[in-house]
């Protein structure tokens, strides 16, 4: 199966502070991983595409200083949200699939990081 | 913009029930379909469906897409507490970036 781990599952911090969260790729390599938030009874909101070796792609309205990616390899890309505020307490999720020729597989998510910025 | 919209948002059942959600879409450059299940945590990979009219059928679980109508659903046969989730829909917009857009989930409470 195609396992995505993701550290920590939970975290608070103080506001001003700068948290990071991990996300690995357990069994398969992962050129592309992707980032979202899910707000309390709503949807995932797809927040930026992580690319190995290269910068992330941003979606509209989401601050690329702010939460700032890291894919320095095929298996693990990192997320720090930087000077958190009370307002960035969310549920954040990666997300990952397997480099396939026909780019045709499905995500597969982590388990999630619940962050209470206080 | 893409837009996938799931109904019901919310379905409650007793066990033993059958239940049909629903999944329509608009997608640009439409790849595929995806639904998941998603309890405490995240979501759970169920199908993915790319030609119209081939069922998937997982145990319990079926689901059909219509391309034609852009249209998906998702059965559950003989319903049971475990089933309780949110049932999220995504479409897939192919091209040269990777994109899912996600639905706001169907909340599905079985009852024993």
């Known amino acids: 199966g195609a396992v995505v781990s993701q550290h920590p599952s939970w975290v608070i911090c103080k506001s001003g502070t700068s948290v990071k969260i991990e996300c690995r790729s357990l069994?398969?390599?992962?050129?592309?991983m992707f980032w979202y938030r899910q707000f309390p009874k709503q949807s995932l909101m797809l927040m930026a595409t992580?690319?190995?070796?290269?910068?992330?792609?941003?979606e509209q309205g989401v601050e690329k200083d702010k939460f700032l990616i890291n894919h320095a390899s095929l298996t693990l890309s990192t997320l720090t949200v930087t000077s958190a505020h009370p307002e960035d307490s969310s549920f954040y999720i990666c997300s990952a699939r397997r480099d396939t020729r026909l780019g045709n597989s499905p995500l597969h998510f982590g388990n999630g990081t619940r962050l209470t910025v206080t | 913009e893409d837009k996938v919209v799931q109904s019901p948002l919310s379905l409650v059942v007793h066990e033993g029930d059958t239940v049909t959600l629903n999944c329509s879409y608009e997608v640009t450059n439409f790849r595929s379909l995806l639904w998941y299940k998603q309890e405490k945590k995240a979501p759970t990979f169920l199908f993915m469906l790319t030609s119209s009219g081939i069922e998937k059928k997982s145990g319990r679980l079926s689901s059909i897409l219509d391309k034609k109508e852009l249209f998906s659903i998702l059965n559950i046969t003989a319903t049971q507490t475990g089933d309780s989730a949110v049932y999220l829909c995504?479409?897939?917009?192919?091209?040269?970036?990777?994109?899912?857009?996600f639905g706001k989930g169907t909340l599905l409470t079985v009852n024993p």
């Open positions: 069994d398969f390599q992962a050129t592309t």
């Open positions: 992580s690319n190995e070796g290269s910068k992330a792609t941003y």
């Open positions: 995504a479409g897939h917009s192919g091209g040269s970036n990777y994109k899912l857009t």
